[in-house]
Antibody, heavy 117, light 108 residues
Framework: HLLESGGGLVQPGGSLTLSCGAS????????MTWVRQAPGQGLEWVSS????????YYADSVKGRFTISRDNFKNTFYLHMTSLSAEDTAIYYC????????????WGQGTLVTVSS | EVVLTQSPATLSLSPGERATLSCRAS??????LAWYQQKPGQAPRLLIY???ERAADIPARFSGSGSGTEFTLTITSLEPEDFAVYYC??????????FGGGTKVEIK
């Protein structure tokens, strides 16, 4: 249902854009979210976007550096990440909002972002 | 920011035993709490939403309870596939959405 792409190795200070393609549901009706998990650590909410894309929300740790966006015609949403540091190294999961605004009933398998020189 | 504290960090049990996991919120969050299960190398899976509602296709041995600041996830009789890490997550006050630190249920 959800398939992430775009992860990889990037140098500190670099940029990367993650994509999450959706299928099997009416993408344009659901808010979407990025959650990350550093190696061996717990889950951390990163960013969310409303169904229309008109509202976006960010964790303080990424505000000003990451931008979430979506293209409802392509059933895809994105996370553009800049000024990356080692602390951003994690598996990034995309997740579909359940409709209750703030919990997630479908998740992608994740894409690994490694920030290292 | 609502801080969620899960306990214990690790729970060592045998198949067939009952598991009781706790999640405490730093302020009242009504009943807007979810539980997720995560197995190694897999994405999280929604188990429980709104404190006590089972998500689709979740077996009846999983149940949730609580409101306000104290919440519990109970697995009545552990199956081999239930050994995993469990996270709670609140959606009452956000941003930021917050997760607990997780409880690992391991085989004794």
């Amino acid at each position: 249902h959800l398939l992430e792409s775009g992860g990889g190795l990037v140098q500190p200070g670099g940029s990367l854009t993650l994509s999450c393609g959706a299928s099997g549901f009416t993408f344009s009706q659901d808010a979407m979210t990025w959650v990350r998990q550093a190696p061996g650590q717990g889950l951390e909410w990163v960013s969310s976007i409303s169904a229309t894309g008109g509202s976006t929300y960010y964790a303080d740790s990424v505000k000003g550096r990451f931008t979430i966006s979506r293209d409802n015609f392509k059933n895809t949403f994105y996370l553009h990440m800049t000024s990356l540091s080692a602390e951003d190294t994690a598996i990034y999961y995309c997740a579909k909002d359940s409709g209750r605004w703030g919990d997630f009933d479908y998740w992608g398998q994740g894409t690994l972002v490694t920030v290292s020189s | 920011e609502v801080v969620l504290t899960q306990s214990p960090a690790t729970l060592s049990l045998s198949p067939g035993e009952r598991a009781t996991l706790s999640c405490r919120a730093s302020q009242s969050i009504s009943r807007f709490l979810a539980w997720y299960q995560q197995k190694p190398g897999q994405a999280p899976r929604l188990l429980i939403y709104d404190a006590s509602e089972r998500a689709a296709d979740i077996p009846a041995r999983f149940s949730g309870s609580g409101s306000g600041t104290e919440f519990t996830l109970t697995i009545t009789s552990l199956e081999p596939e239930d050994f995993a890490v469990y996270y709670c997550q609140q959606r009452t006050y956000w941003p930021p959405l917050t997760f607990g630190g997780g409880t690992k249920v391991e085989i004794k």
